[in-house]
T-cell receptor, first 107, second 122 residues
Framework: DIQMTQSPSSLSASVGDRVTITCRAS??????LNWYQQKPGTAPKFLIN???TLQSGVPSRFSGSGSGTEFTLTISSLQPEDFATYYC?????????FGQGTKVEIK | QVQLAQSGAEVKKPGASVKVSCKAS????????IHWVRQAPGQGLEWMGW????????RYAQKFQGWATLSRDTSSRTAYMEVNRLGSDDTAVYYC???????????????WGQGTTITVSS
């Protein structure tokens, strides 16, 4: 299976901060990388697919980039509703795998 | 709007089986595959497999092959996930999620059910 490693595992940030989360794949996955947001007690929410395509309704402060083995999710100006856990997911292999998650907490 | 509504929480004893349902609404059920993902307490997301509601064909992650069974009932627009021989490490929230791609499977999950908590305890 393709291993997905996110860093950091957690971070503390303030409202208005720029936040960047990194996701690394154990092999080349081209641009087959998605991002999800999960708040406590709720199901994940689909944010970005194919590394950089923002889903309808997702605020433009979210952006994704990267290809191959290294990808980033950036929140340009953190808002109170953005405090959550973020997961990357590769869909290059038909046996999909997720990163372990990055928890974004309030500083 | 597009929704997936899952069955309620269950408590099971070790060795028991459980069947979770996922009822679709707001779209043509047979047009989009359904994935199942589980999340143990405090842990990350683990993909279990997917089912094509049109053909009934399913594919499983290696870990769940032979243990989980995915099925569907097109008349009621409902997908099912059944697991056998539950152990304490199967305690988790089990989610169904719709595939993003119509008529195929792209492994991107755009709409999720609310989750079903399965607790395995003696």
């Amino acid at each position: 299976d393709i291993q997905m490693t996110q860093s950091p595992s957690s971070l503390s940030a303030s409202v208005g901060d720029r936040v960047t989360i990194t996701c690394r794949a154990s092999q080349n996955i081209d641009f087959y990388l998605n991002w999800y947001q999960q708040k406590p007690g709720t199901a994940p929410k689909f944010l970005i697919n194919t590394a950089s395509t923002l889903q309808s309704g997702v605020p433009s402060r979210f952006s994704g980039s990267g290809s191959g083995t290294e990808f980033t999710l950036t929140i340009s100006s953190l808002q109170p509703e953005d405090f959550a856990t973020y997961y990357c997911q590769q869909t290059y292999s038909h046996f999909v795998t997720f990163g372990q998650g990055t928890k974004v907490e309030i500083k | 709007q597009v929704q997936l509504a899952q069955s309620g929480a269950e408590v099971k004893k070790p060795g028991a089986s459980v069947k979770v349902s996922c009822k679709a609404s707001g779209y043509t059920f047979t047009d989009y595959s359904i994935h199942w993902v589980r999340q143990a307490p405090g842990q990350g997301l683990e993909w279990m497999g997917w089912i094509n509601p049109d053909s009934g064909g399913a594919r499983y992650a290696q870990k769940f092959q032979g243990w989980a069974t995915l099925s569907r009932d097109t008349s009621s627009r409902t997908a099912y996930m059944e697991v056998n021989r539950l152990g304490s490490d199967d305690t988790a929230v089990y989610y169904c999620a719709r595939d993003h791609c119509r008529g195929g499977v792209c492994y991107t999950m755009d709409v999720w059910g609310q989750g079903t908590t399965i607790t395995v305890s003696s």
